[in-house]
């Protein structure tokens, strides 16, 4: 099973992206999929997550400006907008079939790189 990650790059301050993210290597749908990132002189944390039947969780900081949207059962995206530069960062995907243990995924992408300047 793999991840693939893509939408990262450099963008001003109040810019946009849009982060995709879609499963291959698996029939099974993926009950959660999350993004995290890390930041520079930080541990991963999570910025999204959305499971099927569920409303999306959100990061305190970036309710309002980000939203988390399925295009599948096995691909998301994360609409970023109004960027700042603490959103800089290696922004992961991840996956899993069940969702049945909160915070645990089983499948992870490569990270993409967002870098917000001022």
């Known amino acids: 099973v793999q991840l693939q990650a893509s939408g990262g790059g450099l963008v001003q301050v109040g810019g946009s992206l849009r982060l995709s993210c879609e499963v291959s290597g698996s029939i099974y749908r993926m009950q959660r999929m999350g993004w995290y990132r890390q930041r520079p002189g930080n541990q991963r944390e999570l910025v999204a997550s959305?499971?099927?039947?569920?409303?999306p969780e959100y990061e305190d900081s970036v309710k309002g400006r980000f939203t988390i949207s399925r295009a599948h059962a096995r691909m998301v995206y994360l609409q970023m907008n109004n960027l700042k530069p603490d959103d800089t960062g290696v922004y992961y995907c991840a996956a899993d079939r069940f969702g049945w243990v909160a915070g645990r995924y089983e499948y992870w992408g490569q990270g993409t790189q967002v870098t917000v300047s001022s």
């Open positions: 959305d499971s099927i039947g569920s409303d």
